[in-house]
């Protein structure tokens, strides 16, 4: 949802890199197109003013001209100074010292509380805690049977004793679930309130009186993030007819410029706790002040994507490949394979790629990446026997048409992951020599190493390729580096001349001569991705 407010900042401060200081017409001149960068995302007027402000005074502070590149320490500033304006530190639950924890969910109708209560409930499961929704909104049509079908989409349970639409008591209803709570040992009880289409006196006696029934250990805000500068007025009404705890942002996956995000906190001085990032249950996620600023100004979120890794990769498995590589053991299709299904379980895989650091100019590539490639990815290798999964050296002609038809696609298309298979194991053999693989101890992600990437990208397919044609074509007669193959390759030749020419077994890339381990540069190749996808970018 910040992509703009992203871009906007980011071009900013390329105008202050490399400057060896920074005059005050060049800080104005920052000042005023962050300025416009947020009024633009439609952030609250004052929250720009006081944002801003802040800026300018340590701009132009000895924090900055005194530094030795004071561009980067503008940068570090406004990173600072964004923290702060999303809430500052993290916020997490506040849990009961006498079980269950009680949260309330409040807000306007359309927000997506009902929805959210299920994200919620998947999430703490996933904590460890044993989540019950209550079914307090019986105004709305249908809002109970909804609240059924996500409790059970989230694998929790509902407490819902009465039909809604229009009949039953809610207050009476939110006061009972705490003792069913008890009864049948549930720590945490998530309460969904009724909202309605704007702010009423009817909605918010009725959002009070069930605070004062259940006496909540947390009430959460839901808040569309798409409502821009509205989202201040409808939060400033509920804080003062409610009192709430905590914001909760859903639909931040939208187009919206991010104006709610970076008012809400700011305005009311309630931290916002979590974000509804995607349509499924896993899309849901702590908010981390510090992580969203940095994605803001494209510096990614690298710790995000390494704990969705650390939830969704088996460590069992992991620790296996791990000792296999460092035996000297090559990664095969097999490991592929376990790796694809952790990385099928983070999810998106373009939110995925979001995440890296600097990841704003391959905008284009990220919004053209086909989702389904993982599929077809996958498709291809289960199209393989266990042997050839195994020792895919055995990978001749015959088999690779077979390989295609089984999985739908084309020879070429199995011939170019083969070969970023090839190099991803070419990876792995010199991150083994090297004496580290990230992902797999050392703190990096697990089972990161050689993971799919994206063809277009630096150090991706299309640059591999270039460089391995540039490097055959200044060779005489397009011969190997490597002594032992350019004899191999003589004696093809004098084999080809007199008749004796047989079909080369596991012709494996194509005609593409990756050389030996030697040859292999990993500079060429980007940190944690190894470029398997055969329908990347170009």
Same mark, same amino acid.
Do not use: C
């Given at each position: ?33 962050? $300025? ?21 005074? $340590? ?8 530094? +030795? ?6 940068? @570090? ?19 009961? *010292? ?9 807000? !306007? ?10 994200? !919620? ?44 639409? =229009? ?8 006061? /009972? ?6 009864? *049948? ?10 909202? $309605? ?19 909540? /250990? ?35 996956? =939208? /187009?919206? $410029?991010?104006?709610?995000? +970076? ?50 990769? /088996? ?21 592929? +394979?376990?790796?694809?299904?952790? !990385? @099928? *379980? ?46 895919? *050296? ?71 390729? @270039? ?28 084999? @080809? ?16 001569? +990756? ?24």
């Amino acid at each position: 949802m910040f992509n703009t407010l992203s871009d906007r900042l980011t071009a900013t401060f390329k105008n202050l890199r490399g400057k060896g200081r920074l005059s005050e017409a060049d800080v104005d001149a920052t000042i005023r197109e962050i $300025r416009r960068a947020l009024l633009d995302a439609d952030v609250a007027l004052p929250v720009v003013r006081a944002f801003t402000g802040r800026i300018r005074e $340590r701009a132009l502070s000895e924090e900055v001209s005194g530094a +030795l590149n004071p561009g980067q320490q503008v940068v @570090k500033v406004v990173n600072d100074e964004l923290v702060g304006i999303l809430g500052g530190e993290t916020r997490r639950l506040s849990l009961a *010292k006498r079980p269950p924890t009680v949260i309330m969910l409040a807000g !306007l109708q359309g927000a997506g509380k009902t929805t959210l209560a299920g994200k !919620l409930a998947y999430w703490l499961k996933s904590e460890g805690h044993r989540p019950m929704l209550v079914a307090a909104d019986l105004q709305r049509p249908n809002a109970v049977n909804q609240l059924q079908i996500v409790g059970e989409r989230a694998g929790a349970f509902v407490y819902a004793p009465e039909p809604g639409n =229009g009949v039953g008591d809610p207050v009476q209803v939110a006061t /009972d679930s705490i003792e069913v709570a008890k009864t *049948k040992l549930h720590d945490i009880v998530i309460v969904d309130t009724a909202g $309605r289409l704007g702010i009423d006196e009817e909605l918010m006696q009725q959002a009070a009186d069930i605070r004062t029934a259940v006496n909540p /250990d947390e009430v959460l805000f839901v808040i569309d993030a798409m409502i821009g500068q509205d989202a201040v007025k409808t939060a400033e009404a509920f804080l003062e007819g409610v009192d709430f705890t905590g914001v909760v942002l859903s639909k931040l996956d =939208g /187009d919206s $410029r991010g104006g709610a995000a +970076l008012s809400v906190a700011e305005v009311t001085g309630k931290p916002i706790m979590f974000a509804s990032t995607g349509e499924s249950m896993k899309e849901f996620e702590q908010f981390h002040p510090d992580r969203m600023a940095d994605r803001i100004l494209d510096m990614g979120d690298i710790l995000t994507l390494i704990e969705q890794a650390e939830k969704n990769f /088996d460590e069992k498995e992991t620790e296996k490949l791990k000792k296999k590589v460092e035996a000297g053991e090559d990664f095969d299709l097999n490991d592929f +394979l376990t790796q694809m299904a952790g !990385l @099928k *379980k983070m999810g998106s895989m373009k939110k995925m790629l979001g995440m890296m650091p600097g990841m704003s100019q391959y905008k284009d590539q990220l919004e053209n990446f086909d989702e389904r490639e993982v599929d077809r990815v996958e498709a291809i290798v289960r199209s393989m026997t266990p042997a050839e999964r195994t020792n895919p *050296k055995i990978l001749n002609g015959s088999r690779r048409a077979r390989i295609a038809k089984g999985a739908g696609t084309t020879v070429t298309a199995v011939n170019q992951l083969m070969e970023r298979f090839t190099q991803a194991q070419k990876m792995m053999r010199g991150m083994t020599r090297g004496g580290g693989m990230p992902g797999m101890g050392g703190g990096g992600m697990p089972g990161m190493g050689g993971m799919p990437g994206m063809g277009g990208m630096p150090g991706g397919g299309a640059n591999r390729k @270039k460089k391995a044609v540039s490097k055959k074509k200044g060779r005489k007669g397009g011969q190997s580096g490597n002594p032992a193959k350019r004899a191999q390759q003589a004696q093809a030749q004098a084999d @080809k001349k007199s008749g004796k020419a047989q079909d080369p077994v596991g012709s494996a890339f194509g005609g593409v001569d +990756l050389g030996n381990d030697e040859d292999f540069d990993l500079n060429n190749l980007p940190k944690g991705f190894g470029g398997m996808f055969p329908g990347g970018k170009k």
